[in-house]
């Protein structure tokens, strides 16, 4: 079974930083799609980062040169650094993945993880 897992959210101030983790079971990251996204209150959902089996990457351009989406093959962990975090920056977040390779877009979601950027 697929299940993905957010932790590491909470509360910081702006100017903060936060790692947060997705821990993946049923699959192996290494080798998939991986994908962090993001919705806010009455927001739409925004794409953040990707990492492809090759560890290409991609960034929203709000989060470009402050957030950094990596991955532990060896512990089956997606990982988003965020620093120099905004209050435009709380949100839910989520990772995804696109489960089995064919599957054009994302259809296993973890449960999510708050981040709350205020002083």
């Known amino acids: 079974e697929v299940r993905l897992v957010e932790s590491g959210g909470g509360s910081v101030q702006p100017g903060g930083s936060l790692l947060l983790s997705c821990a993946a079971s049923g699959f192996t990251i290494s080798t998939y799609f991986m994908g962090w996204f993001r919705q806010a209150p009455g927001k739409e959902r925004e794409d953040v980062a990707s990492?492809?089996?090759?560890?290409?990457?991609s960034y929203a351009n709000s989060v470009k040169g402050r957030f950094t989406i990596s991955k532990d093959n060896a512990k089956n962990i997606l990982y988003l650094q965020m620093n120099t975090l905004k209050p435009e920056d709380a949100a839910m977040y989520f990772c995804a993945t696109r489960y089995p390779r064919h599957v054009k877009n994302y259809n296993y979601w973890g449960q999510g993880t708050q981040v709350t950027v205020s002083s």
């Open positions: 990492i492809d089996s090759a560890g290409v990457t």
